[in-house]
């Protein structure tokens, strides 16, 4: 990876457009700690730049996302060069979220390993039921299965599998590894995130009972699903309340 920066990319990232999602993607990376979401300094939160094929803004290497401001957030192009910004950026974020962005074209990708979502990769069904809790519905139609774990992503042909995997999908469940969650806007990929934990939450405590499940039939489920995707308000004031909560910390030289 080379730092190759040039004027337009800068003006790019200083621009008032650029600027707020960097805000946003900032914002969304320290929710994820505050949720429980995050993993040491892994993992990463990616949106492309409006108008572009090649550019997206990503999280740094080596910062808790608790600590990450707008100013922290690098901008990159999908061939892995930092364009703009002041830190590294991690191997395996430029082969997953660099192949997603190509291949799917979602605007936002957000790949976690959080600990109930990534805990039903790890069974059988390698997935979630979208039939079981009502915040499990909401994703009725919307989940992929990517089946085969094969180490860490450090190529090409690994992200695009995962790429590949997800088949227009918003979420894909990675065998043995975590989730990605994918959408339109930071705001609505993390409502999603977030219910997506709570619902393998819900899904993880229930089959630790040991009692049968009682799964409702999947037309009602799609049907939910098809209501909160028509709806998305509650998402954008769900990340405006989280605005107001979790406050962009003090700049760092």
Known sequence: MHLVSTPSADAQYASPLVRQLREDLALALRAAAHHGLSEGVCNHFSVMLPGTQDRYLINPRGLHWSEIGADDIVLIDVRGEVLAGRHRVEPTALFIHGAIHRITGHAVVLHVHSPYATALTLTVDRALDPTLSQ???????????????????????????????????????????????AGATIAHAYDDLYYLERACLHQVIAQSTGRPLAPVDAA??????????????????????????????????
């Open 135 to 181: 915040n499990a519905m909401r994703f009725m139609n919307r989940l992929a299965v990517d089946s085969e774990y094969n180490g860490l992503a450090l190529d090409d042909a690994e992200g695009e599998r995962i790429a590949r995997a997800m088949a227009g999908k918003d979420v894909a469940f990675l065998a043995n590894h975590g989730v990605v969650v």
């Open 220 to 253: 009602l489920a799609a049907r939910v699903a098809a209501q909160v995707q028509s709806e998305r308000e509650q998402s954008d004031l769900f990340f405006a309340s989280l605005r107001r909560m979790l406050p962009a910390p003090a700049a760092r030289l």
